[in-house]
């Protein structure tokens, strides 16, 4: 076990840099990064189509397969951006009728007489501002949600390099 916690300090150095150009690429340009990953999860599922039809000569449950992967490769390259902008639409909503039920039931839910219920209630409508941000502007949520993401893969880039170079000078 020893020795697998000094490889993963070792290889620290590699993933905190793979992280940090990863993190700022997503930071920079979230579109591009997304059009790469949907064409790499489309390619994917190609190569694993025309494994299946190879296959398939053998058998011809791998011609249904390689079928199913083609079809999957087409929607995965022609639906991805409504998908991904329908997924805000649906949390702005669901976080529109949290925030409401936390507002009506902070006054309700109160256990103690000396205890306000304002910060519930803030918080409430802090909930259902954010939904409805997210409600009417999908499409741009999901990519600030996705840069917030890189940031955070940034942060843990320099965190895993510090930790690296601390455990490299013991």
Same mark, same amino acid.
């Given at each position: 076990?020893?020795?697998?916690?000094?490889?993963?300090?070792?290889?620290?150095?590699?993933?905190?840099?793979?992280?940090?150009?990863?993190?700022?690429?997503?930071?920079?340009?979230?579109?591009?990064?997304?059009?790469?990953?949907?064409?790499?999860?489309?390619?994917?599922?190609?190569?694993?189509?025309?494994?299946?039809?190879?296959?398939?000569?053998?058998?011809?449950?791998?011609?249904?397969?390689?079928?199913?992967?083609?079809?999957?490769?087409?929607?995965?390259?022609?639906?991805?951006?409504?998908?991904?902008?329908?997924?805000?639409?649906?949390? @702005?909503?669901?976080?529109?009728?949290? @925030?409401?039920?936390?507002?009506?039931?902070?006054?309700?839910?109160?256990?103690?007489?000396?205890?306000?219920?304002?910060?519930?209630?803030?918080?409430?409508?802090?909930?259902?501002?954010?939904?409805?941000?997210?409600?009417?502007?999908?499409?741009?949520?999901?990519?600030?949600?996705?840069?917030?993401?890189?940031?955070?893969?940034?942060?843990?880039?320099?965190?895993?390099?510090?930790?690296?170079?601390?455990?490299?000078?013991?």
């Amino acid at each position: 076990m020893q020795s697998f916690y000094e490889q993963l300090q070792r290889s620290a150095w590699i993933r905190s840099l793979l992280m940090l150009g990863v993190g700022a690429w997503i930071v920079i340009a979230p579109h591009s990064v997304f059009s790469v990953v949907v064409w790499l999860i489309a390619g994917a599922l190609i190569l694993g189509a025309i494994t299946a039809f190879a296959n398939g000569r053998r058998s011809g449950y791998g011609t249904m397969s390689g079928t199913g992967l083609l079809v999957a490769a087409v929607l995965v390259l022609l639906l991805s951006r409504p998908v991904v902008a329908a997924l805000p639409w649906i949390l @702005g909503i669901m976080l529109v009728v949290y @925030g409401i039920n936390h507002v009506v039931s902070a006054r309700r839910d109160q256990q103690f007489v000396n205890v306000s219920p304002i910060p519930a209630i803030l918080y409430g409508i802090l909930v259902i501002i954010a939904g409805v941000l997210l409600f009417f502007h999908p499409f741009g949520a999901a990519i600030l949600a996705f840069r917030i993401f890189g940031g955070f893969l940034v942060v843990m880039a320099i965190t895993e390099l510090f930790g690296w170079l601390t455990y490299r000078n013991k």
